[in-house]
């Protein structure tokens, strides 16, 4: 049995929580029990791996994120374990250049621009837990900028921004109003720009005819 738990915080009683996870998963399955704990947090790991008691000794396997080189995971060639070099050690690299790199292998791995989106959604969310969502903010606007035209519309800027500072659901009405007022784009163009449905956009639209 492979148990693996996900920490963003220091947790004094998680030695505890994993004795009574390994008791009940022995007892059901019957079957040697692996734990790991995966801390993502951004604060100095104080969490323990070890219980010492009378008659009992117990220990689980406890990773800290960010003692792992952020370019273990650029070598993937998997989108899904790209996106956690954010939270990895960025070593002497700039957070900046850092990001850059995360974002260019997500481009070079990625196939087609909603599922781009989609992993760029994903980055924004994990980059909260190192306080990098403002600097990540401004290198995927210039990354999805490449979307468009090379004038860069100024529209489309500023209803991406909007959708950042709001979040992406939220924004996605003003971003696809944008869109549909300043750009020939078809729904399904706008659609994989604002990752959201064809349909969403539609009634975007028929709300911006019924306002005419």
Same mark, same amino acid.
Do not use: C, W
């Given at each position: 049995?492979?148990q693996?738990?996900?920490?963003?915080?220091?947790?004094?009683?998680?030695?505890?929580?994993?004795?009574?996870?390994?008791?009940? #998963?022995?007892?059901?399955?019957?079957l040697?029990?692996?734990?790991?704990?995966?801390?993502?947090?951004?604060?100095?790991?104080?969490?323990?791996a070890?219980?010492?008691?009378?008659?009992?000794?117990?220990?689980?396997?406890?990773?800290?994120?960010?003692q792992?080189?952020?370019?273990?995971?650029l070598?993937?060639?998997?989108?899904?374990?790209?996106?956690?070099?954010?939270?990895?050690?960025?070593?002497?690299?700039?957070?900046?250049n850092?990001?850059?790199?995360?974002?260019?292998? #997500?481009?070079?791995?990625?196939?087609?621009d909603?599922?781009?989106?989609?992993?760029?959604?994903?980055?924004?969310? #994990?980059?909260?837990?190192?306080?990098?969502?403002?600097?990540?903010k401004?290198?995927?606007?210039?990354?999805?900028?490449?979307?468009?035209?090379?004038?860069?519309?100024?529209?489309?800027?500023?209803?991406?921004d909007?959708?950042?500072?709001?979040?992406?659901?939220?924004?996605?009405?003003?971003?696809?109003?944008?869109?549909?007022?300043?750009?020939?784009?078809?729904?399904?163009?706008i659609?994989?720009?604002?990752?959201?449905?064809?349909?969403?956009?539609?009634?975007?639209?028929?709300?911006?005819?019924?306002d005419?």
């Amino acid at each position: 049995v492979l148990q693996i738990e996900f920490q963003v915080a220091n947790e004094t009683t998680m030695v505890y929580r994993m004795l009574e996870y390994y008791a009940m #998963l022995s007892r059901k399955y019957e079957l040697p029990v692996h734990q790991y704990v995966i801390y993502l947090g951004k604060s100095r790991l104080k969490m323990t791996a070890k219980f010492q008691g009378i008659n009992l000794t117990f220990r689980y396997n406890l990773l800290e994120i960010k003692q792992i080189s952020y370019t273990t995971f650029l070598k993937s060639k998997k989108p899904e374990e790209i996106v956690l070099a954010i939270l990895a050690n960025f070593e002497k690299e700039t957070p900046e250049n850092a990001l850059k790199r995360i974002i260019h292998r #997500l481009e070079e791995t990625t196939q087609g621009d909603l599922a781009l989106k989609r992993y760029f959604k994903q980055l924004r969310i #994990l980059a909260q837990l190192r306080k990098l969502e403002s600097k990540l903010k401004e290198i995927i606007m210039d990354s999805i900028a490449k979307y468009i035209d090379e004038e860069k519309d100024v529209a489309f800027l500023i209803g991406l921004d909007k959708g950042f500072d709001k979040g992406f659901d939220k924004g996605k009405e003003t971003f696809i109003t944008n869109l549909l007022a300043q750009t020939d784009f078809g729904l399904e163009k706008i659609a994989s720009l604002a990752n959201t449905t064809v349909e969403f956009v539609k009634q975007v639209k028929h709300k911006l005819s019924a306002d005419k």
